[in-house]
C-alpha cells in the first residue's frame, strides 16, 4: 500500500486502524513530557500571578464584586474593614481566627477553612516524608538496574527500576502515610466536634424553632392526624411536652406560585426591552405567544405581551388566593412536624428514634424550613427508593458515555506525537515547532477536562433533584458523592489505566482460534502493565495540578463575575430585579470545591509512590487555596443553606476511601515486583486499621457531631425556652405555598410616567375582590431609604425603582430576595426564629397567639386560644383573617418621606398573625 499521501491526507484506513490501536494501549509517549511539564509551570504561574494583581488592582474600587458581605452584613457578622491600600487585604485574612470565623461566616465555611488548611498541613508532611525517601530510592535504583532506556526527568522518579529489597521501602511508607492521615482526622474530628457544640449552644440556635423541632416522615395513612403525630412521637420516647401538626395536602399550588413568579420576570424583561428609552418607545408593542395551560385560550396563539401577561399574572394572583382558602378540604399527607418546649427534649426523642420506626415512620430533627425540598417530603419510600435508582442510573449512564471521550483525551490530548501518528501533516507542524506543541500539551489536555467538570456539578444537582432528598444540604452531599465517585472511575480508572485495558484486548484478540485465552491474558503481565500506565501518566496529572494554581488565582479575581455584570449592562436590557441580584452576595458551591478538593488529594496519595513531585504540587496548590479561599468567604461567598458541618463526615469517608485506594495501588506495585509474599501479606493490616479507624470515629464522635442531649429526660437538665408556649409551627413549618408573599413587578422609575398609558385596562371584578384577601394585599408598600411609589393602574401593580436603589442592600430584607443572601442569616434575620420577628403594628389586627387556655377549657369551643386545633387545614376560619394591611395608592404623600423596608414589611409580613394556634400535646395525655 504504497502511494504518496498529500498534505491533507491521513494513513490508510488498514494503517490508521492498526495505528490507532497501538496508540491506545500506549498513549502515554513520554518525549514531550519535560517541554510540557515547564509550559504548564510558566502558563499557570504566570497565569495566576496575573489574576492576584488585577485582583489586588480592582479590589479597591468594586466592593459589590470584592466584597459584598462588608457591604451588606449587619455588625455581628461583618468581616473586618479594610481600605484602599492595593495589599491592605493580606493582613485581615492572615489574622482571622477559627472561632471569629465560625461566628461571622458560619460552620460551613468554617469547616470548609479548616478542611482546606488540614489539606495543606497534610500534603506538607507527606510532601516531606514522600520527597525524602522516594526520590532518593527511584533514582539510585533505576540507575542501578539500568531499568530505563530515555533520560527523561519525570520517568527516571518513577519506580520502574526498584526491584528486590527497596520494595521495602513502599510497604513501610504505606504505614507512614496511614498512620499521619488517620492522626490529622482523628485530630480534626475533635476540633470540629468543638465547633459543632458551639454552634449547638450559640443564641442563634438556641433561639430558633427548628432546633426543637422535630420531623416525621412515612406516617401510615391511619395517623396522619395532628393526634396521630404525638401519638408516634410517643412510642418513640414519650418525653416532654410537644405541639404535633401533619401537613396539609396544597395540591398544585406551588406549581401556580411558580408559574405567577415566571410570568413577573417575563413580564419585568419585555418591559425592560420595550422602556429602554421612554421618550422614543419602539413604533410596536412587544407580542408572545399564550401559554399551553392557560385557561383563557383554546389554543397558543401570538398576542400583546404586556396586556396579555398583565392579565395572566392577575389571574394566577386569584387563583393562588382560591386555592390557599381551599387548602382547608384537602386531605393530610403522610409527614408532619411536632415541638417541643425545649432542646434537650427534642434531641433526647430523636436520639431515641434513630434506631426505631414507630408505625413504620422515621423520626428526624428538622432542618431550617428554607432548607426543606417540599415537593419531596411527602413521597413514600418506594417513590424515594425509585427517584434514587434513576438517579444513580442516569449519573451510570453519563459516566458510560463520558468514558469515549476520555479516553480520546487520553490517546491525543494528552500526547500530541499520538496524533501525529495518524495525521501526517500535522507531525510536520509537531516537528517543525516542538516547543510550541510542548506548550500545547502541557495545557489543552488538562484544560478541556478541567471546563467539562466545571460543567459537571450543575448535572448532577438537576440529576439529584428528583432523588428524594428532604433537604437542599442533604441533595448537596449526595452530589458531592456522585461527582467524587465520577472523577475516581473517569480519570484513575479509565484515563490512567485506559491502555492497560486495551493491552487486555490485544492479548485476547491474538489468542483467537486458541483454546487458552487465559494464557495468552496473563502472559500479556497484566500488573506491569498497570505500573506502567500509572508511571507513564504521571506527567499529565502533574501538570493538570499545577493548572489548579491558575484556578485558585482566577476564583480570587471575580474576573467572570465582573464580565457577566458588564455584559450584561452593556449588551443587554437586565431588568430591575436582575440588576438587584447580580449585586447581591453569590453563594458558594460546597460540593464542586469539595469534590476538587478530595480529587486533587486522591490523586496525590495513589500516585506518590509513582511520582513524588504531585505530593509538593498539591501541597503548594492547598497553601495558595487556603490564603485565596479564606478572603473569599470573609468578604465575598455567603452559604446559600447552613449545615452546620454536616460535610465532615462525608469528606472523612472519601479521605479514607483514598488512602485504601493508594494501599491497593501500592500492593499491586509490590506484587508486579514479586520479591516477597511477606510484602504483600503485611499490606493486608492496612485495610483493618483504616476500618477500625472509621469504626471509632463513628462511635466516639459523630453523635455528638448530630445530638444536643442524647439521654437526659426532663427539663431539670437542660434550659426550658423561654418563648411563648404557642409556636405557631403550622406556620413556620407550612409549606411555604400557603403563606408566600407574591412577586410584584419592579420597573425603573424614568418609565413610570408611561406605564398608565402602557398599561391597558385589564379590570375584572373578581380579580378586585380576590385582591382583597391577597397574600400580598397589593403589595403597595414603600422600600428602604428609596424615594419608590407603588403604583396601580387597574388592577395591575408595579413597584417603581429608581436607579440608585437598583442594589440588593436595599431589598435585602425581601423574602423575594433573602435566597440570594444566604437565606438572610448574613443580615440578622433568621430564617425560623421562635418568637416572631415582626412586631405589632398600629396597621395590624391584634394577634391572638398570647392567649392562654384554661385547663379545663374544651379546645373544641375555644379556638381563640391556645390549645385550639382545626384539623380540616393550617388556616383559621375567615372570621379571622386579618384585613388588609396597606393603603391605597391615593393615600401614600411623598411629602411624607420613606417608610424603611423592615417597616413595610412589618404591614404585611405577619400575613398569619391570627391563625389559631395549634393543639399543646402533652405526654400521658390521651388524644381524640
Same mark, same amino acid.
Given at each position: 500500500?504504497?502511494?504518496?499521501?498529500?498534505?491533507?491526507?491521513?494513513?490508510?484506513?488498514?494503517?490508521?486502524?492498526?495505528?490507532?490501536?497501538?496508540?491506545?494501549?500506549?498513549?502515554?509517549?513520554?518525549?514531550?513530557?519535560?517541554?510540557?511539564?515547564?509550559?504548564?509551570?510558566?502558563?499557570?504561574?504566570?497565569?495566576?500571578?496575573?489574576?492576584?494583581?488585577?485582583?489586588?488592582?480592582?479590589?479597591?474600587?468594586? %466592593?459589590?464584586?470584592?466584597?459584598?458581605?462588608?457591604?451588606?452584613?449587619?455588625?455581628?457578622?461583618?468581616?473586618?474593614?479594610?481600605?484602599?491600600?492595593?495589599?491592605?487585604?493580606?493582613?485581615?485574612?492572615?489574622?482571622?481566627?477559627?472561632?471569629?470565623?465560625?461566628?461571622?461566616?458560619?460552620?460551613?465555611?468554617?469547616?470548609?477553612?479548616?478542611?482546606?488548611?488540614?489539606?495543606?498541613?497534610?500534603?506538607?508532611?507527606?510532601?516531606?516524608?514522600?520527597?525524602?525517601?522516594?526520590?532518593?530510592?527511584?533514582?539510585?535504583?533505576?540507575?542501578?538496574?539500568?531499568?530505563?532506556?530515555?533520560?527523561?526527568?519525570?520517568?527516571?522518579?518513577?519506580?520502574?527500576?526498584?526491584?528486590?529489597?527497596?520494595?521495602? =521501602?513502599?510497604?513501610?511508607?504505606?504505614?507512614?502515610?496511614?498512620?499521619?492521615?488517620?492522626?490529622?482526622?482523628?485530630?480534626?474530628?475533635?476540633?470540629?466536634?468543638?465547633? $459543632?457544640?458551639?454552634? +449547638?449552644?450559640?443564641?442563634?440556635?438556641?433561639? &430558633?424553632?427548628?432546633?426543637?423541632?422535630?420531623?416525621?416522615?412515612?406516617?401510615?395513612?391511619?395517623?396522619?392526624?395532628?393526634?396521630?403525630?404525638?401519638?408516634?412521637?410517643?412510642?418513640?420516647?414519650?418525653?416532654?411536652?410537644?405541639?404535633?401538626?401533619?401537613?396539609?395536602?396544597?395540591?398544585?399550588?406551588?406549581?401556580?406560585?411558580?408559574?405567577?413568579?415566571?410570568?413577573?420576570?417575563?413580564?419585568?424583561?419585555?418591559?425592560?426591552?420595550?422602556?429602554?428609552?421612554?421618550?422614543?418607545?419602539?413604533?410596536?408593542?412587544?407580542?408572545?405567544?399564550?401559554?399551553?395551560?392557560?385557561?383563557?385560550?383554546?389554543?397558543?396563539?401570538?398576542?400583546?405581551?404586556?396586556?396579555?401577561?398583565?392579565?395572566?399574572? *392577575?389571574?394566577?394572583?386569584?387563583?393562588?388566593?382560591?386555592?390557599?382558602?381551599?387548602?382547608?378540604?384537602?386531605?393530610?399527607?403522610?409527614?408532619?412536624?411536632?415541638?417541643?418546649?425545649?432542646?434537650?427534649?427534642?434531641?433526647?426523642?430523636?436520639?431515641?428514634?434513630?434506631?426505631?420506626?414507630?408505625?413504620?415512620?422515621?423520626?428526624?430533627?428538622?432542618?431550617?424550613?428554607?432548607?426543606?425540598?417540599?415537593?419531596?417530603?411527602?413521597?413514600?419510600?418506594?417513590?424515594?427508593?425509585?427517584?434514587?435508582?434513576?438517579?444513580?442510573?442516569?449519573?451510570?449512564?453519563?459516566?458510560?458515555?463520558?468514558?469515549?471521550?476520555?479516553?480520546?483525551?487520553?490517546?491525543?490530548?494528552?500526547?500530541?506525537?499520538?496524533?501525529?501518528?495518524?495525521?501526517?501533516?500535522?507531525?510536520?507542524?509537531?516537528?517543525?515547532?516542538?516547543?510550541?506543541?510542548?506548550?500545547?500539551?502541557?495545557?489543552?489536555?488538562?484544560?478541556?477536562?478541567?471546563?467539562?467538570?466545571?460543567?459537571?456539578?450543575?448535572?448532577?444537582?438537576?440529576?439529584?433533584?428528583?432523588?428524594?432528598?428532604? /433537604?437542599?444540604?442533604?441533595?448537596?452531599?449526595?452530589?458531592?458523592?456522585?461527582?467524587?465517585?465520577?472523577?475516581?472511575?473517569?480519570?484513575?480508572?479509565?484515563?490512567?489505566?485506559? &491502555?492497560?485495558?486495551?493491552?487486555?484486548?490485544?492479548?485476547?484478540?491474538? =489468542?483467537?482460534?486458541? &483454546?487458552?485465552?487465559? &494464557?495468552?491474558?496473563?502472559?500479556?503481565?497484566?500488573?506491569?502493565?498497570?505500573?506502567?500506565?500509572?508511571?507513564?501518566?504521571?506527567?499529565?496529572?502533574?501538570?493538570?495540578?499545577?493548572?489548579?494554581?491558575?484556578?485558585?488565582?482566577?476564583?480570587?479575581? #471575580? +474576573?467572570?463575575?465582573?464580565?457577566?455584570?458588564?455584559?450584561?449592562?452593556?449588551?443587554?436590557?437586565?431588568?430591575?430585579?436582575?440588576?438587584? *441580584?447580580?449585586?447581591?452576595?453569590?453563594?458558594?458551591?460546597?460540593?464542586?470545591?469539595?469534590?476538587?478538593?478530595?480529587?486533587?488529594?486522591?490523586?496525590?496519595?495513589?500516585?506518590?509512590?509513582?511520582?513524588?513531585?504531585?505530593?509538593?504540587?498539591?501541597?503548594?496548590?492547598?497553601?495558595?487555596?487556603?490564603?485565596?479561599?479564606?478572603?473569599?468567604?470573609?468578604?465575598?461567598?455567603?452559604?446559600?443553606?447552613?449545615?452546620?458541618?454536616?460535610?465532615?463526615?462525608?469528606?472523612?469517608?472519601?479521605?479514607?476511601?483514598?488512602?485504601?485506594?493508594?494501599?491497593?495501588?501500592?500492593?499491586?506495585?509490590?506484587?508486579?515486583?514479586?520479591?516477597?509474599?511477606?510484602?504483600?501479606?503485611?499490606?493486608?493490616?492496612?485495610?483493618?486499621?483504616?476500618?477500625?479507624?472509621?469504626?471509632?470515629?463513628?462511635?466516639?464522635?459523630?453523635?455528638?457531631?448530630?445530638?444536643?442531649?442524647?439521654?437526659?429526660?426532663?427539663?431539670?437538665?437542660?434550659?426550658? /425556652?423561654?418563648?411563648?408556649?404557642?409556636?405557631?409551627?403550622?406556620?413556620?413549618?407550612?409549606?411555604?405555598?400557603?403563606?408566600?408573599?407574591?412577586?410584584?413587578?419592579?420597573?425603573?422609575?424614568?418609565?413610570?410616567?408611561?406605564?398608565?398609558?402602557?398599561?391597558?385596562?385589564?379590570?375584572?371584578?373578581?380579580?378586585? *375582590?380576590?385582591?382583597?384577601?391577597?397574600?400580598?394585599?397589593?403589595?403597595?408598600?414603600?422600600?428602604?431609604?428609596?424615594?419608590?411609589?407603588?403604583?396601580?393602574?387597574?388592577?395591575?401593580?408595579?413597584?417603581?425603582?429608581?436607579?440608585? #436603589?437598583?442594589?440588593?442592600?436595599?431589598?435585602?430584607?425581601?423574602?423575594?430576595?433573602?435566597?440570594? %443572601?444566604?437565606?438572610?442569616?448574613?443580615?440578622?434575620?433568621?430564617?425560623?426564629?421562635?418568637?416572631?420577628?415582626?412586631?405589632?403594628?398600629?396597621?395590624?389586627?391584634?394577634?391572638?397567639?398570647?392567649?392562654?387556655?384554661?385547663?379545663?377549657?374544651?379546645?373544641?369551643?375555644?379556638?381563640?386560644?391556645?390549645?385550639?386545633?382545626?384539623?380540616?387545614?393550617?388556616?383559621?376560619?375567615?372570621?379571622?383573617?386579618?384585613?388588609?394591611?396597606?393603603?391605597?395608592?391615593?393615600?401614600?404623600?411623598?411629602?411624607?418621606?420613606?417608610?424603611?423596608? $423592615?417597616?413595610?414589611?412589618?404591614?404585611?409580613?405577619?400575613?398569619?398573625?391570627?391563625?389559631?394556634?395549634?393543639?399543646?400535646?402533652?405526654?400521658?395525655?390521651?388524644?381524640?
Amino acid at each position: 500500500m504504497s502511494r504518496s499521501l498529500s498534505s491533507m491526507d491521513v494513513l490508510p484506513r488498514e494503517d490508521e486502524t492498526d495505528q490507532f490501536l497501538k496508540l491506545i494501549q500506549s498513549p502515554f509517549n513520554t518525549s514531550l513530557s519535560e517541554k510540557a511539564f515547564w509550559s504548564s509551570f510558566g502558563y499557570s504561574f504566570g497565569a495566576a500571578l496575573l489574576f492576584a494583581l488585577i485582583f489586588c488592582l480592582l479590589r479597591p474600587y468594586n %466592593g459589590t464584586v470584592y466584597a459584598p458581605r462588608l457591604k451588606h452584613a449587619d455588625e455581628k457578622h461583618a468581616p473586618p474593614p479594610v481600605d484602599k491600600g492595593v495589599f491592605s487585604w493580606v493582613a485581615p485574612v492572615v489574622k482571622a481566627r477559627e472561632q471569629v470565623l465560625a461566628e461571622k461566616i458560619g460552620l460551613d465555611a468554617t469547616l470548609f477553612l479548616r478542611f482546606t488548611k488540614m489539606s495543606r498541613n497534610l500534603m506538607i508532611v507527606l510532601s516531606v516524608i514522600g520527597l525524602g525517601i522516594y526520590i532518593p530510592l527511584n533514582v539510585v535504583e533505576n540507575k542501578r538496574n539500568n531499568a530505563l532506556d530515555y533520560t527523561n526527568v519525570f520517568i527516571s522518579l518513577t519506580p520502574l527500576g526498584v526491584w528486590g529489597a527497596a520494595c521495602w =521501602a513502599h510497604v513501610i511508607v504505606s504505614y507512614t502515610f496511614d498512620i499521619i492521615i488517620c492522626l490529622f482526622i482523628w485530630w480534626n474530628y475533635r476540633a470540629v466536634t468543638r465547633l $459543632r457544640r458551639q454552634y +449547638l449552644d450559640s443564641p442563634e440556635y438556641q433561639d &430558633s424553632l427548628h432546633s426543637r423541632t422535630l420531623m416525621v416522615t412515612d406516617i401510615p395513612v391511619k395517623s396522619r392526624t395532628d393526634a396521630g403525630v404525638s401519638q408516634i412521637l410517643g412510642e418513640a420516647d414519650n418525653v416532654g411536652d410537644h405541639s404535633g401538626i401533619v401537613a396539609r395536602n396544597v395540591r398544585g399550588l406551588p406549581e401556580l406560585i411558580e408559574e405567577h413568579d415566571e410570568a413577573i420576570r417575563e413580564l419585568e424583561s419585555i418591559l425592560a426591552k420595550y422602556l429602554k428609552n421612554p421618550d422614543k418607545l419602539p413604533a410596536k408593542r412587544p407580542r408572545c405567544k399564550t401559554q399551553k395551560g392557560d385557561p383563557c385560550y383554546s389554543k397558543v396563539t401570538k398576542v400583546d405581551a404586556i396586556d396579555y401577561l398583565t392579565s395572566r399574572i *392577575e389571574q394566577l394572583k386569584a387563583d393562588i388566593i382560591e386555592k390557599r382558602k381551599s387548602v382547608d378540604q384537602q386531605k393530610t399527607l403522610s409527614y408532619g412536624f411536632a415541638s417541643y418546649q425545649s432542646i434537650e427534649e427534642a434531641h433526647n426523642v430523636a436520639f431515641a428514634a434513630k434506631h426505631k420506626h414507630p408505625q413504620g415512620s422515621t423520626v428526624k430533627l428538622a432542618p431550617k424550613p428554607s432548607d426543606l425540598i417540599w415537593e419531596n417530603l411527602p413521597l413514600d419510600r418506594h417513590r424515594r427508593r425509585w427517584g434514587s435508582f434513576m438517579n444513580n442510573f442516569w449519573v451510570l449512564v453519563l459516566t458510560v458515555v463520558w468514558t469515549v471521550p476520555n479516553a480520546l483525551i487520553a490517546v491525543f490530548l494528552s500526547n500530541l506525537s499520538n496524533l501525529g501518528s495518524v495525521w501526517p501533516t500535522f507531525q510536520e507542524q509537531l516537528e517543525k515547532n516542538p516547543r510550541f506543541w510542548a506548550a500545547i500539551q502541557g495545557i489543552l489536555a488538562p484544560l478541556v477536562t478541567t471546563l467539562f467538570y466545571l460543567v459537571l456539578p450543575v448535572i448532577f444537582r438537576r440529576l439529584s433533584a428528583y432523588a428524594g432528598d428532604y /433537604s437542599r444540604t442533604a441533595r448537596e452531599r449526595h452530589v458531592t458523592q456522585k461527582l467524587y465517585g465520577f472523577f475516581i472511575f473517569n480519570n484513575l480508572i479509565v484515563f490512567s489505566l485506559f &491502555s492497560t485495558a486495551w493491552k487486555y484486548v490485544a492479548a485476547v484478540k491474538e =489468542a483467537e482460534g486458541n &483454546s487458552d485465552v487465559w &494464557s495468552a491474558i496473563v502472559n500479556s503481565h497484566p500488573f506491569s502493565n498497570l505500573l506502567t500506565a500509572f508511571c507513564d501518566v504521571s506527567p499529565f496529572w502533574l501538570n493538570y495540578l499545577l493548572q489548579r494554581n491558575f484556578g485558585a488565582a482566577l476564583d480570587l479575581s #471575580q +474576573l467572570i463575575k465582573l464580565a457577566k455584570g458588564y455584559i450584561s449592562r452593556k449588551l443587554f436590557n437586565p431588568t430591575p430585579r436582575q440588576r438587584i *441580584e447580580l449585586s447581591a452576595p453569590p453563594p458558594f458551591d460546597y460540593a464542586a470545591y469539595y469534590n476538587n478538593f478530595l480529587f486533587y488529594t486522591t490523586i496525590a496519595l495513589v500516585f506518590a509512590p509513582f511520582q513524588p513531585l504531585v505530593l509538593p504540587v498539591t501541597a503548594f496548590y492547598f497553601a495558595l487555596d487556603t490564603f485565596t479561599k479564606s478572603y473569599l468567604l470573609l468578604y465575598v461567598f455567603v452559604t446559600k443553606h447552613e449545615s452546620a458541618g454536616a460535610f465532615w463526615r462525608v469528606l472523612v469517608n472519601r479521605l479514607l476511601f483514598a488512602t485504601v485506594l493508594a494501599n491497593v495501588v501500592t500492593t499491586i506495585f509490590i506484587i508486579d515486583r514479586r520479591e516477597s509474599i511477606t510484602q504483600v501479606i503485611l499490606m493486608i493490616p492496612l485495610l483493618v486499621i483504616i476500618a477500625g479507624f472509621k469504626l471509632y470515629c463513628r462511635r466516639t464522635f459523630d453523635d455528638n457531631l448530630e445530638f444536643y442531649s442524647k439521654g437526659l429526660h426532663g427539663a431539670e437538665h437542660g434550659r426550658l /425556652s423561654m418563648k411563648p408556649k404557642n409556636d405557631r409551627i403550622a406556620v413556620r413549618f407550612g409549606n411555604p405555598a400557603l403563606y408566600k408573599k407574591l412577586m410584584v413587578p419592579l420597573v425603573h422609575e424614568k418609565a413610570n410616567h408611561l406605564l398608565k398609558e402602557i398599561i391597558r385596562d385589564q379590570s375584572d371584578a373578581d380579580f378586585g *375582590e380576590a385582591n382583597h384577601y391577597g397574600d400580598t394585599y397589593r403589595m403597595q408598600r414603600l422600600s428602604t431609604n428609596r424615594s419608590s411609589l407603588v403604583g396601580t393602574t387597574g388592577d395591575a401593580t408595579f413597584e417603581v425603582v429608581n436607579e440608585s #436603589q437598583m442594589n440588593f442592600e436595599h431589598f435585602r430584607d425581601r423574602e423575594e430576595f433573602r435566597e440570594f %443572601g444566604g437565606d438572610g442569616e448574613l443580615y440578622s434575620i433568621p430564617s425560623d426564629p421562635t418568637r416572631s420577628s415582626t412586631p405589632t403594628s398600629s396597621r395590624q389586627t391584634r394577634s391572638n397567639s398570647n392567649i392562654s387556655l384554661p385547663h379545663n377549657a374544651d379546645p373544641a369551643n375555644h379556638s381563640e386560644y391556645e390549645g385550639a386545633t382545626y384539623p380540616t387545614g393550617y388556616h383559621p376560619p375567615s372570621t379571622f383573617r386579618p384585613a388588609p394591611l396597606t393603603r391605597e395608592y391615593s393615600e401614600i404623600s411623598i411629602e411624607q418621606g420613606p417608610i424603611t423596608s $423592615r417597616e413595610a414589611d412589618q404591614s404585611d409580613v405577619n400575613l398569619l398573625g391570627d391563625v389559631a394556634p395549634l393543639g399543646k400535646t402533652t405526654s400521658g395525655h390521651s388524644y381524640t
